[in-house]
C-alpha cells in the first residue's frame, strides 16, 4: 500500500503488507532458547498439550480516528484476555536511520496519537480520565493500563511496514549506522524516553510499557513500496541488523538488572516476513535470523489482492500451484526455521472485485476492478463482511479442502477468513507442530472479538 497521510481527524487504512507484488500477477538450540526464555514446544509435534501457542494481534495507530477502535475496545470485546501479544504499528525510521516520533509528520509520526492524546474516562481502561499534567497519555498509557489489567500480556513496538520501511535499506548499510539504529530504536521504545510534547514525554515517560521490538522491513532486498530502498546486500545487512537488535536489547536487560536489581528483564524480537520464496532468499538467511528471533509472523494473506484483473483467494490454507499458508510454512521450514518459531498471520479483512463476470461462484473470473468498500477500495473490515453474510444478500462459498471462503452476489466477491476457516488453520498449526497465530489487524474484528475468540478456542483445544 503506498505511504498515506495520518492527520489527527484522518480517515485511513493501511495493511501490514498490501502488496500487490506479492502474487505472481502481480538452527537454533534448545540451549539458546532457554537462555533467551523462549516458549515452545521441543518434542513430537502432536504433544499438543505441551505447546504454549502465541495469539499475536497488530493494533493500528490511526485506528482510533476515523474506526473510533480504541485500547480500550480490546478489553471490552474479550480480545485482550486472548492474547499473548500486542504488536504496536507503527514506529518509523527516518533519513538519517533512526527511530523517531513527533507531532505534524504526517504519514511518518504522530506523537499525538501515541502519547500526546488525552482520553476521557469513557475511553480509558482504568475508567479515569487523562490529565493535563501526566507524561504519558495517549495509546502508550492506555496500553500501559492494559497491561496492569492482563499481567500476562506483552506489548512490543513494530517498526516498519510497507509504507514505512523506505529507509532500512540506508540504515543497515554499515556497523556503525545498525548501531545507532537500534540504540535509537531501544532509547526511545524500551527505556520510554520520549520527546517532550507540552506537559508529555520526556527521560522514562515510557519505560518498561514496550516488552520488545517487532522488525516489519518490507523486505530486504526486494521491491517494496514506491520509495523504499532496497540493495542486493540487504540479505546480510539484515542478518547483521536482527544481531545488533538482539545483542543491544540483552545488553538493555542485562544494564536494568544490575541498575534495580532482580531478575533479569528479557526483550523479546521478532519480525514479519513474507510468503514469497523469491523475496524469503533475496532477503533472510533463514538459519542465522532465526537464531535470534524469538518467532517470526509468517505473512499468510494478500496472496492475491483487489488489484488484480481476476478474483482469486487472498489467504487459503492450501493452494496448488499458487500462494498458500501451507507452501509459506513449508518454505521456511526448508530454510531451517523451526516449526515452534513459526507463527501464522491470519486476516481480520477482505479483499474484493466488483464487475465480476462469467458466472458460477464468482471465484477465478474477470472483474472490472476493486469492490467499493468503507475504508479503503477492495479492503473491507470482518465486521463489515459478516453483516454482509449474514443479510443474506451474499451467498457464502467455501473450498474446505483448501481452506477458505468468499462472498458473491452475483457482481462482487469478498475472500476472506470466517471462524470456520481459521479453525481449519488453528488445527493445522496444531498438527505441525508452529508456534501460533497472528492477526492483521484487531480493529477488523466484530465487537465482540468473534475472530479473536474463535483462533482462541482453536489453539487452545484438548
Known amino acids: 500500500m503506498r505511504r498515506r497521510t495520518f492527520v489527527r481527524a484522518a480517515v485511513a487504512v493501511c495493511s501490514l503488507s498490501l502488496v500487490a507484488t506479492l502474487a505472481p500477477a502481480a538452527a537454533a538450540t534448545s540451549a539458546a532458547d532457554a537462555r533467551r526464555g523462549g516458549q515452545g514446544h521441543h518434542g513430537h509435534p502432536g504433544h499438543h498439550q505441551k505447546q504454549s501457542y502465541k495469539r499475536v494481534g497488530y493494533f493500528t495507530q490511526w485506528g482510533v480516528y476515523g474506526r473510533d477502535f480504541q485500547v480500550k475496545d480490546l478489553d471490552v470485546s474479550g480480545q485482550a484476555a486472548r492474547l499473548t501479544h500486542i504488536n504496536y504499528a507503527f514506529g518509523n525510521v527516518d533519513a538519517e536511520g533512526r527511530c523517531f516520533t513527533g507531532s505534524?509528520?504526517?504519514?511518518?509520526?504522530?506523537?499525538?496519537?501515541?502519547?500526546?492524546?488525552?482520553?476521557?474516562?469513557?475511553?480509558?481502561?482504568?475508567?479515569?480520565?487523562?490529565?493535563?499534567?501526566?507524561?504519558?497519555?495517549?495509546?502508550?498509557?492506555q496500553l500501559r493500563e492494559l497491561k496492569a489489567e492482563h499481567p500476562g500480556l506483552k506489548v512490543l513496538i513494530s517498526l516498519g511496514g510497507w509504507s514505512w520501511s523506505t529507509h532500512f535499506s540506508d540504515a543497515a548499510r554499515t556497523p556503525e549506522s545498525r548501531k545507532a539504529l537500534v540504540s535509537s530504536c531501544i532509547d526511545l521504545y524500551i527505556k520510554g524516553n520520549l520527546p517532550v510534547d507540552g506537559a508529555r514525554g520526556g527521560e522514562g515517560a515510557a519505560a518498561g510499557l514496550f516488552d520488545g521490538i517487532d522488525l516489519d522491513w518490507e523486505w530486504p532486498g526486494s521491491e517494496g513500496d514506491a520509495d523504499t530502498v532496497y540493495r542486493p546486500e540487504d540479505k546480510k545487512n539484515f542478518t547483521a541488523l536482527v544481531h545488533e537488535f538482539r545483542t543491544q536489547l540483552d545488553a538493555c536487560a542485562k544494564s536494568r538488572q544490575k541498575a534495580r536489581g532482580g531478575k533479569r528483564k528479557y526483550y523479546e524480537l521478532t519480525a514479519f516476513v513474507p510468503a514469497s520464496a523469491a523475496k524469503i532468499d533475496a532477503g533472510f538467511d533463514v538459519r542465522r535470523i532465526m537464531r535470534d528471533f524469538d518467532f517470526v509472523n509468517l505473512q499468510g494473506y494478500d496472496f492475491h489482492v483487489s488489484g488484480e484483473k481476476t478474483t482469486a483467494q487472498q489467504s487459503a490454507l492450501y493452494a496448488r500451484g499458487d500462494f498458500s499458508v501451507d507452501r509459506t510454512v513449508r518454505d521456511w521450514l526448508r530454510r531451517g526455521a523451526p516449526a515452534r518459531k513459526l507463527v501464522v498471520g491470519m486476516p481480520f479483512y477482505g479483499q474484493g472485485w466488483t464487475g465480476v463476470t462469467g458466472g458460477g461462484d464468482g471465484m477465478g473470473r474477470p472483474a472490472a476492478g476493486p469492490a467499493p468498500a468503507t475504508w479503503a477500495a477492495g479492503y473491507e473490515d470482518y465486521k463489515v463482511l459478516k453483516k454482509l453474510a449474514d443479510s443474506g444478500a451474499y451467498q457464502v462459498h467455501r473450498d474446505r479442502r483448501n481452506g477458505h471462503a468468499w462472498l458473491f452476489d452475483g457482481t462482487t466477491l469478498w475472500t476472506y477468513d470466517d471462524?470456520?476457516?481459521?479453525?481449519?488453520?488453528?488445527?493445522?498449526?496444531?498438527?505441525?507442530?508452529?508456534?501460533?497465530a497472528m492477526f492483521w489487524s484487531l480493529d477488523g474484528d466484530t465487537a465482540d472479538g468473534e475472530l479473536t475468540a474463535a483462533v482462541d478456542r482453536g489453539l487452545n483445544r484438548r
Open 104 to 141: 505534524n509528520i504526517p504519514g511518518e509520526a504522530d506523537a499525538w496519537a501515541d502519547y500526546a492524546r488525552p482520553l476521557s474516562a469513557a475511553d480509558s481502561v482504568d475508567g479515569v480520565a487523562d490529565t493535563a499534567e501526566q507524561r504519558l497519555a495517549g495509546n502508550f498509557n
Open 419 to 436: 471462524p470456520q476457516v481459521l479453525h481449519a488453520k488453528t488445527s493445522y498449526i496444531r498438527r505441525h507442530g508452529l508456534g501460533g
